[in-house]
């Protein structure tokens, strides 16, 4: 063994860095966005009884600045300060205006080695220790809708490559070897995820540790640690909340007869306990997910099979917290009827509706809406499952068409209030098209979108209990077409048809389970949207749209309505 | 070279799928949907092991039933004679030996005597209810040095003063519904111009002996007395006082050696046990705890005289109260 230490560079994370600030050699530069949003809205409902009590036109919308100056005091600092100006419409000399810091961080390079950040961060680790899941039904949305789920996505730092946004520090380096090994990168992050208010409440932290061990381009090992943790002494109690998770990943990767094959691996436990808390659970549990797959490059088919397991007393805060907070309710026409009942949100709502989002790690599993994803509702983390995922899927570069058709064959680990586990399956088909491509002739951009999904949730029933049977079916279908230069012609329909019977588990504050509440549904929500954009340039535009939102139970226990949007929208970064 | 790297990559993925294998876990989250949304019904009915059973020689009965699912059920043994209750609950679909066993004992006083019993079974969230019956030859026998339990009288060497006030009793009185056996003493009057209605003595002379037969462990030793307090009254106070012969002379010296006291405001009407741990006794003044007299060490062992004092607050008219089997037991308090 003669592993020579050869020296301690900083590849990517350095070179990333000095890239950057290389770009451009002033010292104060501007970067922000600016937005105007306004909505128009009314409520159509379709019941036997005129309802005189609702007001049935909402209008609301905003303006706002977000102002960042980014500074470079010298080579290895950068500092970024964004203040974000806002004023709801119809707020005039001051009032409705508010005035917030959105950002605030400092980064750098310390000793030409180590990268730290200070701040805001944004940072993800593995599908199992940290990663910020997309929301419900977006995945595959029409772009016309994709519109509005931005809005929320940038206001909530929901980025793109799934971080989270946090509050701490971070810091990272990499080792280069001569032999054997290629490299060895280090990182490491904490985070307060929540401060102590001196009584009950602790300080919260989140911390992670990755290593990983890029032994060549065939294989790359890594080890995850994460931890979502009280501060004993930094409150009146002597608990302290820990949530420990370990992982190891092995990614490997191979090439026969011109197919690509690779293996992405990653497996590990987790143990959530309270310390000086005996009323409090002890869970442990493991999870392992293997993804094989194949990839022909020169037809571009590829296919891709994921056997996993969770166990059901895994649990990982990092990975598992929800965006969504379904125990949250719509601002607009949040009581509807006569009776001014309560209106249960629907894809609009969580199209839009900024205060239904989560920004905090939550220690604990979060509510979930079993209608819209009762199979996958904390992402791949999703404990009590286990499996197999099988993809295939055709992308080839330069092709006009990219298709996925998926299968989940899922079941319980552990049976919730019976021995018998709940099977899951998942049909999944994703169609994308650059029409304008088939035809060498048509320069402006024609894309079509297409994707559909069925999910069932089935149990047999027992001598006295009922059986399980809860389907779900989405349907997408998205169309932007530029017209004239620049300007485009939008359509977008996404409709979601849940139908059935199950159990849904209620927790106490420690995710135990100790009650179940049935659970019937008969629904189905369409969205129908029109509109049309300007592109002024690729980080600007102007769109209009008019949507149709409509709820079409099936029990008589609902009632169907439907809201008519109008929205209109200028968004700019710069 | 090639080729040894495909093989490590399939047995990775070989090894990873058999990991992920669909097994299922042997149990399950949360309470038992059957449990929650099954129907209820009555598989067995109630049964009674053993419906002739004498506690008196050791022998013991239980109950058996079977249930479609898991309920809150509540198993009820009523003497019919002394309206004694037991109770046995449980989260269960089947009672048997290892959840409804009786032993003789106790939940609500008095004490069962030899006498037939009505057994219940009721459910929280279900009308049904069996029932059966038992009859106990014999009653359970309990552990402990007894100061008496009046079936045969008072005790001849114990000193009583009782106040010349009206409707004065103080005296062995004979009732079904006496908390143990058949007597008790019943205990009462109006004194209009003084707290203290009557009160006993008993030395440990009484009991063959200058002190009583205690260990000397204050933390071993625990009084019990059984007291009624009827549902209209709640001005009768019971204050027991216990006098140590700190010196061991053979006497007891007012204002030099320990006297410890307890004094019982009587709150739940009906007959109740009260159960005191001999080191938690306190030294009281005028019903306010206050610094020991003597050398305010615990010794049972050392203990010479039990006074029982009736007292009631002149102004608040007629007070009235039951007492009964005055025990000292072990390693815990009375399990009636």
Known sequence: MRIIYQTLIIVAVVAHAQIALAQDDKKITFTGAARSLFYADKLVQEGAENDTVTIPRLNSGHVLVDLGMNIRPNKNTEILGMVRVRNDYGGFWGSGVTFDVRQLYVKGVVGGIVRYQLGDINYRMSKYTMWNYDQELVSNMPAIFQQQTDVINYDHFYNKDNSWRQQGAAAECALVFRKYVNELQLHAVTTRVKASDFGSVSDRLFTGLNAQLVQSKYLTLGINYTSLYDVPGTARTDYAFQNPVLTGTLQAQTSVNGINLSLNTEMGKSRTHYENNTEAPDWSDKFISAIFAAKHETSGLKISANPLRVGAGFRSPGAQTKRIDYNASPVAYDRFTNDQILRTPGMLDYMRESGMFNLQMRPYLMTFNPSYDNITPFGDATPNRQGIILTASYEKKDAPVKATVSRYQLQEVRGEGTLLPRKFARNMVVVDAAVNKFFPAWKKMCHLSFSMRTDNTTRAGEELVKGVDLQTDVMSIGVEAEVLNGFDLMFGLQSIKYEGFDYTAVRNTYSEIFNFSEYRVGNKETLTAFGARYRFSEKTFLSAQMTNSKQQPMLSTSFPYSINQFMLLFNMKF | ?336
């Open chain 2, 1 to 336: 070279m090639m080729k040894m790297k495909n093989k490590i990559f399939f047995l990775a993925f070989a090894a990873a799928a058999v990991l992920a294998g669909c097994k299922v876990d042997d149990e399950f989250d949360g309470p038992s949907l059957n449990d929650l949304y099954g129907q209820f019904a009555i598989v067995q009915g109630l049964d009674v092991s053993n419906d002739n059973v004498d506690f008196s020689s050791g022998e013991t009965t239980h109950f058996t039933a079977q249930f479609s699912k898991n309920v809150d059920w509540k198993l009820t043994v009523t003497g019919l004679e002394s309206g004694a209750v037991k109770e046995i609950t449980g989260f269960t679909n089947l009672l048997d030996a290892t959840n409804a066993l009786w032993e003789g004992s106790t939940t609500r006083l008095p004490l069962f005597k030899a006498e037939e019993c009505a057994v219940e079974l009721t459910f929280t969230a279900e009308v049904d209810t069996l029932r059966d019956t038992l009859m106990i030859a014999g009653t359970k026998t309990y552990q402990g040095f007894v100061l008496s339990d009046f079936e045969t009288g008072t005790n001849p060497d114990w000193e009583s003063f009782v106040q010349s006030g009206a409707n004065m009793s103080f005296n062995v009185a004979t009732s079904a519904t006496a908390a143990q056996g058949n007597s008790y003493f019943d205990i009462g009057g109006v004194v209009d111009w003084d707290w203290l209605i009557g009160l006993i003595h008993m030395p440990g002379s009484a009991y063959g002996d200058v002190h009583f037969p205690l260990s000397e462990n204050p933390d071993d030793e625990f009084f019990n007395v059984m007291l009624y307090k009827e549902p209209t009254l709640s001005n009768g106070l019971v204050l027991f006082q216990f006098r140590e012969d700190d010196n061991n002379d053979g006497v007891f010296t007012e204002n030099v050696e320990d006297m410890y006291s307890v004094e019982i405001n009587m709150s739940e009407n009906g007959w109740k046990l009260y159960s005191y741990k001999y080191g938690d006794l306190a030294t009281l003044i005028n019903g306010q705890p206050s610094a020991a007299i003597g050398n305010g060490v615990h010794e049972p062992h050392k203990l010479i005289q039990i006074s029982m004092l009736f007292l009631a607050n002149p102004n608040s008219g007629y007070a009235h109260t039951y007492m009964d089997y005055l025990t000292f037991t072990q390693g815990g308090p009375l399990v009636p």
